[in-house]
């Protein structure tokens, strides 16, 4: 989470005086940044509060000394409860109404989310297969059911299972990516997040978008720079004793966005000549965009859609992550690889001439090519 930055009275009072517009006061609706309180020989003194605006936060942290020269990419905004410049508040994901907001903007959970996908059996068969892969020895899996139960954060978490559960794509494939921790900012304004902020996914993959053809780099990045490009597959950490339905109300909201992207890219690409008309027609009916949810003790994956102005969210399967043989971890890189392969056909759709790694494309078992 960002540093909230703090300042003494001084600072306040220049930074109010410079801006030239004061805060209104709490009755007025307004959420202040920074109040200096009274000195106790001063009783005199009250400084007003400042609009908690994306413009006098980066001034706050300029006087902190927090900004690193040259930073302006705002990844992680959605720690904080902004007010925009059309005055339209947004809240956080992790404010205590987010789930109601965004049922608002038609993001529904598992429960909602009726009637299931055509495709979503012959996807739940596929992604809880066996893996042709060798699993960790019982007591490599022993260790880390012993790690797990000692992880008391999601930093923890995290750490153990992206290093012991999940598929690293970094050394086979330098086409595709992950991002830790970072918001998703080029989005469509309240097109489907109206009041939200941007969505922080703990762990995002997707293509590198510099491996893009430039003409793709504007309309798909998700990030303002170091980006990537045609997700489909994104993570959600909670403590091991956290709740994990906060988790999944966040993978909602990943998974809405994700969704989003994909579809504005398969309007694209049927506006392009040279697509196979019936590989478009696919791409548009199937399932492709996944989250899983995890605590390090269980794993539950998600399928997302849009249907009918809303985005739906179903559960594929749940599998425990300390039982051996470990189906949660095949469960977690079987959704990885197929995911990964929808991100490739995406590209293609596009005219992007990626080549997959031959390696991860077998143990993919030739999802690419699933009879959906």
């Known amino acids: 989470m960002p540093h909230r930055p703090t300042l003494n009275a001084g600072q306040v009072t220049a930074m109010a005086s410079d801006d ?3 805060a209104k006061n709490a009755n007025d609706g307004d959420m202040p940044i920074a109040m200096a309180k009274p000195k106790a020989d001063d009783d005199a003194f009250v400084s007003p ?4 605006t994306r413009k006098n936060l980066a001034r706050l942290n300029t006087l902190n000394g927090d900004v690193e020269q040259g930073d302006n990419d705002n990844d992680n905004d959605s720690a904080y409860i902004f007010q ?3 005055d339209t508040m947004t809240i956080p994901t992790t404010a205590s109404d987010f789930e109601r907001r965004a049922y608002e903007n038609g993001i529904l959970d598992p429960v909602a989310s009726h009637p299931p996908p055509q495709d979503l059996d012959t996807i739940r068969h596929h992604l809880t297969q066996r893996r042709t892969s060798t699993q960790p020895s019982e007591r490599a899996h022993r260790r880390y059911c012993k790690a797990i139960s000692k992880s008391y954060n999601e930093a923890g978490v995290s750490s153990l ?6 598929k690293d794509y970094s050394e086979s494939d330098g086409n595709y990516g992950r991002a830790h921790g970072r918001a998703i900012t080029r989005i469509p304004s309240q097109a489907f997040n109206n009041g939200l902020s941007n969505p922080l996914p703990d762990i995002l993959e997707g293509l590198d978008t510099e491996v893009l053809p430039d003409g793709l780099h504007d309309d798909h990045a998700l990030h303002t720079k170091y980006s990537l490009s045609f997700c489909h597959f994104a993570t959600e950490f909670k403590r091991t004793d956290g709740n994990l339905h906060q988790a999944t109300s966040h993978a909602a909201y990943d998974g809405a966005v994700l969704v989003n992207a994909r579809d504005r890219a398969l309007a ?3 506006t392009l000549g040279g697509n196979n ?5 696919q791409a548009v009916a199937e399932t492709a965009v996944f989250t899983c949810a995890t605590d390090g003790k269980v794993a539950e994956v998600f399928s997302h859609r849009a249907q009918n102005g809303q985005y739906h969210q179903n559960l594929v399967a749940r599998e425990s992550l300390l039982a051996y043989p470990n189906r949660g971890r095949e469960l977690i890189r079987n959704t990885q690889d197929y995911a990964r392969s929808k991100s490739y056909e995406l590209a293609g759709l596009l005219g992007a001439d990626l080549e997959e790694d031959e390696e991860v494309a077998v143990e993919a078992k030739g999802w690419s090519f699933w009879p959906l």
């Open 161 to 166: 299972v992206q290093s012991k559960i999940m």
């Open 268 to 270: 694209k690409a049927a």
């Open 84 to 86: 925009d410049d059309r």
């Open 277 to 281: 008309r019936d590989s478009l027609e």
């Open 20 to 22: 030239g517009n004061m």
């Open 49 to 52: 509060p400042l609009r908690l």
